[in-house]
């Protein structure tokens, strides 16, 4: 799909790709923060508040019966779409940062002092500070795997955190915001269940870049969120393995989330709705669904290959500027590359670009802790999507050079 007709034909998808920033044609590069989205997107969210809104799961009226089908139907789609044996273990959440509260809450508040829950140095913070606040409430262990110097997880030291059997839970980035690395989540999976461990995976990022099989995996747990996805924001999946789900208590308390109240006691409803408390984001729920469905359409297949000829090509034009640092270089990267441009602090760089039409990250990236592992205050950050270019690789390269050449 790369820089071929298809790949302007998925580029016409994307309205926003016509704009212009500061009078220049747009070249995003950000899209592992959010990801734009396509026109099927904005129309499905647009058409259900126009002809077919109503809350869901509680009127009786045909306006009513219509939307809790159609945001029923998503649940299948996301159930296709991760390859879950069950519908029910799809749950709906805000984000995925609300997935791993909602884990660190429902499914780590299980645990007792003396275990311990297991991440690695390349978390995103939303797979950081749950674990953290459950740590300081309940009295857990807190351990961190670290990763080696190309930016890989080091096996052999994530075992060895293992092996005492203290570790009750893993939670483990699939793809790491900041370098790209792909982390080998099923010999991760195997090592955790070796030894006692329930693991949960984020795949903020790999959802988007990586065909997912949940059961081939072989984890626990997998979370992500649709803004990402070329969805829109406020929405985000959690899957769990049915009987995991099945054991836990909820998250929050309201509506849709009990079977009966009275003002001695609540008891919950089945899952998934246990878990999904309140008015929902249905027109978010939609516009997920019309994202995956989007997705699908391109062929996943594909989507990894062009992601794969964009990486070999970046890593060709980065590694060959000047004064310009690639971070990691892990055996298998997606689509994020991490720059640190000799002589130009990343937010100085990012104004820059900008002024030349170029989006790009600048900053922590939520990863302070895998900052300081790097030994560097901040980066500049490129990322890329189904509709990204390699003339757009090829503008960011030049606006480098030029932006260097104003700061040094």
């Known amino acids: 799909m790369s820089d071929t007709p298809m790949l302007n034909t998925v580029r016409a998808s994307f309205p ?47 306006m009513s019966e219509k939307a809790t089908q159609a945001y029923e139907a998503v649940r299948d789609d996301v159930a296709r779409f991760l390859n ?18 909602l884990l660190a809450h429902s499914l780590g508040g299980q645990l007792k002092p003396g275990q311990a829950v297991l991440i690695s140095e390349l978390e995103h913070h939303a797979n950081i500070v749950p674990w953290l606040m459950l740590r300081d409430r309940v009295g857990i262990e807190l351990r961190v795997a670290p990763m080696n110097a190309q930016g890989d997880i080091d096996l052999a030291a994530y075992e060895a ?39 949960i995976v984020d795949g903020s990022q790999s959802a988007v870049h990586r065909k997912i099989d949940v059961q081939a995996l072989d984890v626990d747990f997998f979370a992500f969120t649709g803004h990402k996805l070329y969805g829109p924001t406020g929405v985000g999946v959690l899957w769990g393995r049915l009987a995991l789900l099945e054991d836990m208590p909820p998250f929050l308390g309201g509506g849709d989330m009990i079977r009966t109240v009275s003002f001695k006691e609540a008891t919950w409803a089945d899952v998934p709705h246990r878990f999904e408390a309140g008015t929902p984001a249905i027109l978010e729920v939609l516009g997920l669904g019309a994202a995956i469905r989007f997705v699908e359409s391109l062929g996943r297949d594909k989507i990894e290959q062009h992601e ?22 892990p055996k298998e990267r997606g689509g994020v590359f991490s720059l640190v441009v000799d002589g130009a602090h990343p937010h100085d760089l990012a104004v820059l670009l900008d002024q030349q039409g170029i989006a790009i990250r600048a900053g922590q990236h939520c990863a302070e802790p895998l900052m300081s592992c790097l030994g560097v205050a901040s980066t500049a950050r490129a990322s890329f999507a189904v509709y990204t270019t390699h003339d757009e690789i090829d503008v960011l390269a030049k606006g480098i ?4 050449a104003l700061l040094v």
């Open 308 to 329: 794969q000829d964009l990486v070999a090509y970046a890593e060709k034009v980065f590694t060959s500027l000047d004064g310009v640092k690639v971070l990691g270089a």
């Open 161 to 199: 955190l293992l092996e005492d059997g203290k570790v009750a839970l893993v939670s483990i980035t699939h793809m790491s915001n900041v370098l790209g690395t792909i982390t080998p989540v099923r010999r991760l999976a195997e090592l955790a269940h070796q030894y006692g461990a329930k693991i």
């Open 84 to 101: 879950a044996a069950d519908r029910r273990e799809i749950v709906f959440t805000k984000n995925s940062t609300e997935a791993f509260n």
């Open 16 to 62: 926003i790709l016509s704009e212009t920033m500061n009078g220049r044609p747009l070249v995003f590069l950000d899209s592992a923060a959010s990801a734009q989205k396509p026109e099927c997107v904005i129309e499905a969210m647009s058409n259900a508040a126009r002809h077919c809104y109503a809350n869901i799961h509680r009127g009786l009226y045909e």
């Open 401 to 404: 050079e030029r932006a260097r």
